[in-house]
């Protein structure tokens, strides 16, 4: 059991939407910050930093974990825009541009995590198959 987190509301502005375990490490943890982006915790919760260089003012719903070393994670947005990070969420770069539609859910392949799907509120989900450097609707 990890110890007692002092990740609390008067870190952040806004609610948690979502939370991820890098299965590389799992002592570390990554959370979707509503209006504040991603937030990376590296001793089990104990202690957080904000990771959004490259995806300031973001407000973040959905966060996924590949399992490469090191991690490349997904972060999908109120705007619908995905963004990408291929350093463990050091830096972010827009790879899915914005429909204006939030995204809600974001999934990768556990065996070919090159494969990634992102679904929106209005269900329409986007696929990757090249590790979300490209993407096309897939189901609308």
């Known amino acids: 059991m990890f110890p007692r987190s002092t ?14 375990v890098d299965p590389t490490a799992p002592s570390t943890l990554y959370a979707a910050a509503g209006d504040d982006g991603v937030y ?6 104990v202690t957080w930093r904000a ?11 959905a966060l996924a ?3 490469t070393t090191p991690p490349t994670l997904y972060a999908g947005t109120a705007s619908g825009s995905i963004f990408r990070s291929v ?4 830096i972010w770069n ?6 204006g539609d939030y995204v809600t859910t974001i999934v990768i392949n556990p065996t070919v995590p090159t ?4 679904a929106t509120a209005s269900g329409v989900v986007v696929r990757s198959v090249d590790g979300g450097l490209t993407w096309d609707i897939w189901i609308r």
Do not use: C
């Open 7 to 20: 990740f609390s509301r008067s870190h952040i502005s806004g609610r948690v939407f979502d939370l991820v």
């Open 40 to 45: 990376r915790s590296d001793d089990g919760g």
């Open 51 to 61: 990771v959004t260089a490259g995806m300031s003012g973001q407000r973040v719903f």
């Open 65 to 67: 974990v590949a399992p």
């Open 87 to 90: 350093d463990g969420g050091a």
């Open 94 to 99: 827009e790879t899915y541009g914005s429909n």
């Open 115 to 118: 494969r990634v799907y992102a």
